[in-house]
């Protein structure tokens, strides 16, 4: 059965909108846990600390931190190899552009790929700037997010990377999410309206919730 | 009306092709389009050159045989075939596009004609019910709920021209394949292939090398019968439950 899911179009999707709501899921619980640094460094300090004692005496120190990075590079990786497959089918099969060409799909549609492509980098930049530290500006303080946090932000290229990639989110997730939806078959003509309302809740709030921290920090409401 | 014509010309399959132009004179604005390229490829005879090929039989829109993307839009700027659409929907003056179906799926034969026979091997693969023949079958013998009636007579209406592919940017032909497949899969008649239906033309569309599905919604607009977009969100929901009825067998 895996064999054929992975092999034709339609299965190849279906990994892709599962992954995706993987992803989606733990983005707004991600979102969340961000928004705790406007109520200070001890509470934010505190919260990043729980995260690795999260599931304990059950779950040895930090392993439910592992699971769930574990889950997310597996989803991550079983969307973007799909991802890349399928485009490179779409773009065979559709070799001759036509001479007198029209754009009607909308920009969130359009910007899938490339907007794939620009949230993956993102990834890569972000686990070596606030996990690993190998990239932080001004000396990575492990168990202090807090000041990590605040020395990204305050650098003109942290705060480009991370709005551009933010706006990409916001996009990505407006097509996505109706799109899984339809993948999965979950999409109707009664559901339709609610299924796209709630694709441009989720881009909206999504974006503005990350996005009010580098704000925050450069308007000095967090320091 | 007078007016410009920019041709897709290719002598043959394996040669390259260009935009040719053309002035066409007295075209009455109540003539079809393709009454329009008839008077075009008599005046091409009168001169001795090659006539357009481009494809057409019935003339009633209900054949499916005549394609041609016309300014970037499979059959036209109307919601019809390209039969169907009158040179009223243009102005006098006007430069017109024509260009053949673009898939690889669909190779050029020649001008504006493409091969579609993928499609009906993508029928071949599923698209058709199990059932004696002979004489017509006693109407009242099997109940069809009316909204299931309604719903397989919707996607019957397909009449497999190819402007969804056409007007996809991925080539896919994903709204032709949903249309077959719902048609006959939500009637009593079509229920004992259900499953091998919609895997088998699924498996033959990806074989014939079009493109997949990213919902840029650009088919559902291009479709003279108006198949509706949700009806590939109705296959997928067909796929992901044929896999998984296959995999427990």
Avoid at chain 1, 33 to 52: D, T
Wanted: proline letters at 4%.
């Amino acid at each position: 059965m895996a064999r054929t899911v992975w092999d034709s179009s339609v299965g190849k999707k279906t990994v892709m909108a599962v992954s995706g709501l993987i992803m989606l899921a733990y983005l707004v619980v991600h979102m969340l846990g961000n928004l705790k640094i406007f109520f200070g460094s001890a509470e934010f300090n505190g919260y990043a600390h729980w995260l690795r004692t999260l599931g304990e005496p059950f779950l040895h120190h930090e392993w439910a931190l592992w699971i769930v990075r574990v889950v997310l590079v597996a989803a991550v990786v079983a969307h973007a190899t799909a991802a890349y497959q399928l485009s490179r089918r779409d773009i065979r099969a559709r070799p001759t552009k036509y001479v007198h060409t029209r754009r009607r799909a909308s920009y969130a549609t359009r910007t899938m790929r490339w907007g794939g492509v620009i949230l993956g980098l993102f990834i890569v930049w972000h686990i070596l700037d606030l996990t690993t530290g190998t990239v932080h500006p001004n000396g990575f303080q492990s168990g202090h997010p807090y000041q990590n946090v605040i020395d990204t932000f305050s650098t003109w290229y942290g705060n480009v990377i991370y709005l551009v990639a933010m706006l990409a989110l916001g996009l990505h997730i407006r097509h996505g999410f109706w799109s899984a939806a339809q993948t999965l078959g979950a999409g109707s003509r009664t559901r339709d309206r609610a299924l796209k309302a709630i694709a441009n809740v989720l881009a909206l709030v999504l974006t503005l919730g990350f996005v009010s921290v580098p704000v925050a920090v450069m308007t000095g409401v967090v320091s | 009306m007078k007016l410009t014509l920019r041709v897709w010309r290719q002598r043959a399959a394996d040669t390259e092709g260009a935009m040719s132009t053309y002035e066409v004179d007295d075209i009455s604005p109540d003539m079809s389009f393709l009454e329009m390229l008839d008077t075009l490829n008599e005046d091409l005879i009168l001169r001795g050159e090659d006539p357009v090929a481009f494809d057409h039989d019935c003339r009633e829109g209900i054949c499916g045989a005549c394609s041609l993307v016309i300014n970037g839009d499979a059959h036209g700027p109307e919601r019809t075939t390209t039969c169907q659409l009158h040179m009223r929907s243009f102005a006098d003056g006007d430069t017109i596009d024509v260009e053949p179906w673009r898939a690889s799926a669909f190779p050029v034969i020649k001008d504006l004609v493409v091969d579609r026979s993928a499609f009906d091997r993508i029928i071949q693969a599923g698209g058709y019910i199990t059932a004696p023949t002979g004489s017509a079958p006693e109407a009242h013998a099997t109940a069809v709920p009316k909204p299931d009636a309604d719903f397989a007579f919707e996607h019957a209406e397909c009449i497999g021209c190819g402007a969804c592919v056409a007007a996809c940017p991925n080539g896919a032909a994903m709204l032709f394949t949903s249309a077959k497949v719902n048609h006959l899969n939500v009637l009593p008649q079509g229920a004992p292939e259900r499953e091998t239906r919609v895997l088998d033309m699924v498996a033959r569309m990806d074989e014939e090398g079009f493109g997949g599905c990213t919902l840029a919604g650009e088919c559902a607009t291009a479709c003279p019968k108006g198949i509706p977009l949700v009806s590939i969100t109705n296959m997928n929901k067909e796929w992901l439950r044929a896999t998984r009825k296959a995999g427990k067998r």
